[in-house]
């Protein structure tokens, strides 16, 4: 598996959005799970969201559950995170990761096996 997230991100005024990309490939992408995550500058990274690529199970933060969305476009082996009603906390570089034959729950713990580049997210006020 392969994973390059380093696009989507950008500068924005509080209430706005923005879609952030992570591209994957591999031989059995319907194996892994995938997540989101953020690190604020001088803070620890924490979850953001969960997605199984087979099935498409998704769990959410709740700092961000009704506001962010995760999906995927099997066609581009692309996973992309929505993110809507942007705050100024939401400030962060955002990745993507990706855990092999695991699960939702080890997504939210941060046991990952592959981590992709981070884009930065930037919500004025």
């Known amino acids: 598996l392969m994973c390059s997230c380093g696009s989507g991100g950008g500068l924005v005024q509080a209430g706005g959005s923005l879609r952030l990309a992570c591209v994957a490939s591999?031989?059995?992408?319907?194996?892994?799970?995938m997540g989101w995550f953020r690190q604020a500058q001088g803070k620890e990274r924490e979850f953001v969201a969960a997605f199984s690529w087979s099935g498409g199970v998704t769990d959410y933060a709740d700092s961000v559950k009704g506001r962010f969305t995760v999906y995927r476009d099997n066609a581009k082996n692309t996973l992309y995170l929505q993110l809507n009603s942007l705050k100024p906390e939401d400030t962060a570089v955002y990745h993507c990761?990706?855990?092999?034959?695991?699960?939702?729950?080890?997504?939210?713990?941060?046991?990952?096996?592959?981590w992709g580049k981070g884009t930065l997210v930037t919500v004025s006020s």
């Open positions: 591999g031989r059995t992408l319907m194996s892994y799970y």
């Open positions: 990761a990706a855990a092999f034959m695991k699960s939702v729950v080890a997504v939210t713990k941060g046991d990952m096996d592959y």
